[in-house]
Nanobody, 129 residues
Framework: QVNLVESGGGSVQAGGSLGLSCVASGNTGSFGCKGWFRQTPGSDREGVAYIDSTVRIEYADAVKGRFAISQDNGKAALYLQMNNLKPEDTAMYYC???????????????????????WGQGTQVTVSS
């Protein structure tokens, strides 16, 4: 069983910064990719950033140059530093562990529930103009 717990969301004005954290527990060794997604009510889930076991990183075009994903394997933690936030970044942000084939598909926008993989409960980020 795997458990993911996010923290660090909140409210900030446009141009501000927030840092999200995700701590994993349980049997996480089967998943080669870790990442962040976001979702607003009535919209599809959207990939934000992910990192694989070779430390290759992918970012969504909308966040390139503003967001940075990192990890601390010793703490089983995944982070997302968000700078120069914009109102359109407002969303619920979710941490996820997936196999890399599934992560790639999800990041490309395919909306499905992988048989494997895990999601956190989400943390809200609100950016006001």
């Amino acid at each position: 069983q795997v458990n993911l717990v996010e923290s660090g969301g909140g409210s900030v004005q446009a141009g501000g910064s927030l840092g999200l954290s995700c701590v994993a527990s349980g049997n996480t060794g089967s998943f080669g990719c870790k990442g962040w997604f976001r979702q607003t009510p009535g919209s599809d889930r959207e990939g934000v950033a992910y990192i694989d076991s070779t430390v290759r990183i992918e970012y969504a075009d909308a966040v390139k140059g503003r967001f940075a994903i990192s990890q601390d394997n010793g703490k089983a933690a995944l982070y997302l530093q968000m700078n120069n936030l914009k109102p359109e970044d407002t969303a619920m942000y979710y941490c996820t562990l997936q196999t890399c084939p599934d992560m790639s598909m999800l990041f490309d926008g395919y909306q499905y529930a992988p048989r494997l993989g895990h999601w956190g409960q989400g943390t809200q980020v609100t950016v006001s103009s």
